[in-house]
């Protein structure tokens, strides 16, 4: 059974930092493009990072600088760091899998693929 299970939102001050965790089962992430996407109340869903089989990664402009997307294959883990948290960041993350075709070329910082399965989200909270 695939399942995806993120972890590590909360609330925090503006500038503070939070980790996101995604535990993959089901399958091995090392093989897939894995992007994490967020959605705040009344917006469309951003895709905001993705990176692939090969690590390599892509950004959506609105975190390029603060946010950080890696995996640990062994743990079968997606994470997303996130730095300089603002108000505007504030939203449920949910992370997903792409495919194996590798990150979109842009602009929206998804996977080439479009995502197949997803979390049940995380809420990040940014207040000032």
């Known amino acids: 059974q695939v399942e995806l299970v993120e972890s590590g939102g909360g609330s925090v001050q503006t500038g503070g930092s939070l980790r996101l965790s995604c535990r993959a089962s089901g399958y091995k992430i090392g093989a897939y493009c894995m992007g994490w996407v967020r959605q705040a109340p009344g917006k469309a869903r951003e895709g905001i990072a993705a990176?692939?089989?090969?690590?390599?990664?892509i950004y959506a402009d609105s975190v390029k600088g603060r946010f950080t997307i890696s995996k640990d294959n062994a743990k079968n883990t997606l994470y997303l760091q996130m730095n300089g948290l603002q108000a505007e960041d504030t939203a449920m993350y949910y992370c997903a899998e792409g495919g194996t075709y590798g990150v979109g070329a842009g602009p929206e910082a998804t996977c080439h693929h479009e995502y197949i399965d997803w979390g049940q989200g995380t809420q990040v909270t940014v207040s000032s």
């Open positions: 990176i692939d089989s090969d690590g390599d990664t």
